[in-house]
């Protein structure tokens, strides 16, 4: 079955610690994305990523960083710098072609205890 | 700078009844793609339709349907005979298409609407 994967489903952090969130798609997609989300909110935009050792910052990409390896693979970590971190945290893929659709995965909930 | 809005921030319905969820953009450009996406309680986002500025003709996939009003910048969204399995909150998205860099057109989401179907 063809699709996008975040793991795990649930995490909890203690204050001040880094923790990596995984997604792994085999659609074959170029481009990869992280967004978060928070209660009552729409989707902000993280990182993204078009091509493999390449990624941009989004709107909110304070305290987060990237990396793209492998072109199924676009983990994210999020640092002790990031001032909130307790949010529901969704990576999507897209092929590179004009605004295409961006399909996402079940998402990581993420909780700073 | 693009923007979407959907003043909807939550609906209830009894089952079977028809809804319709309005979505509102902003936009400079002349080429976009608009969005709905569905994410029931399990938190997945599921995509529902994309339609490009250049394509007014409504949709209709089932029991949905969309109007799409350049005239008044709306992408509405309803649904007919509204089941409880459509109970979910709705995103309505806004694509600017960058035709010289494909992949770093931004996404922008609304806040969503909650809708809550009653059995």
């Known amino acids: 079955d063809g699709g996008i994967t975040q793991s795990p489903k649930y995490l909890f952090r203690k204050e001040g610690q880094n923790v990596t969130l995984s997604c792994e798609q085999n659609l074959n997609h170029d481009a990869m994305y992280w967004y978060r989300q928070d209660p009552g909110q729409g989707l902000r935009l993280i990182y993204y990523?078009?091509?493999?050792?390449?990624?941009q910052k989004g709107d909110i990409a304070e305290g987060y960083s990237v990396s793209r390896e492998k072109k199924e693979s676009f983990p994210l970590t999020v640092t002790s710098a990031q001032k909130n971190p307790t949010a529901f945290y969704l990576c999507a893929s897209s092929m590179l072609r004009a605004a295409d659709t961006q399909y996402f995965g079940p998402g990581t909930r993420l909780t700073v205890l | 700078a693009q923007k979407v809005t959907q003043a909807q921030t939550e609906i209830s319905v009894v089952e079977k009844e028809d809804v319709t969820l309005d979505c509102v953009y902003e936009?400079?450009?002349?080429?976009?793609?608009l969005f709905w996406y569905k994410q029931p309680p399990s938190g997945e986002l599921v995509f529902l339709i994309r339609r490009n500025s250049f394509d007014e003709q409504n949709e209709i996939s089932g029991r949905y349907s969309w109007n799409f009003q350049k005239s008044t910048s709306s992408f509405n969204f309803t649904i007919t005979a509204s089941q409880v399995v459509d109970s979910a909150v709705y995103f309505c998205a806004l694509s600017e298409a960058d035709i010289s860099n494909f992949g770093n057109e931004k996404l922008t989401f609304g806040t969503g609407t909650r809708l809550t179907i009653i059995p």
């Open positions: 990523s078009q091509i493999v050792n390449d990624f």
């Open positions: 936009t400079r450009d002349t080429t976009y793609y």
